[in-house]
């Protein structure tokens, strides 16, 4: 029963995704279209567009983390010593720098 119910509120998620992307798409499209056609846009197309790729960006979140699909950023991955001396040894020489520069002037 739990499976079942749980299983119906990932499908209104997921649908409830696409709808605000195609919401979204559709008022790109409707503003374009007003411009050309009628000279003059949506009033407050912006703040409409700004929510609804919020909404979009919070919904397509929600649904790649249940689905164990989201992207994994490794920003210490591309380092030779370990991060810790290195922001160690980094924050020192920005500090002998700056000492540096505070003794020539």
Do not use: C, W
């Not at 509120?9 to 279209?33: K, T």
């Not at 949506?42 to 790649?64: D, K, M």
């Amino acid at each position: 029963m739990a499976n079942r119910f749980f299983k119906g509120l990932h499908a209104v998620e997921d649908s409830v995704a696409v709808l605000a992307i195609f919401a979204l798409a559709a008022l790109l499209i409707a503003e374009a279209v007003a411009r050309k056609v009628f000279n003059t846009g949506i009033r407050a197309s912006g703040v409409y567009v700004e929510h609804l790729v919020l909404a979009a960006t919070f919904l397509a979140g929600a649904v790649t983390s249940r689905e164990k699909k989201h992207l994994a950023l490794a920003t210490g991955m591309f380092t030779r010593q370990p991060v810790s001396r290195q922001s160690t040894a980094t924050a020192a020489s920005f500090n002998s720098s700056a000492a540096g520069r505070a003794t020539v002037r």
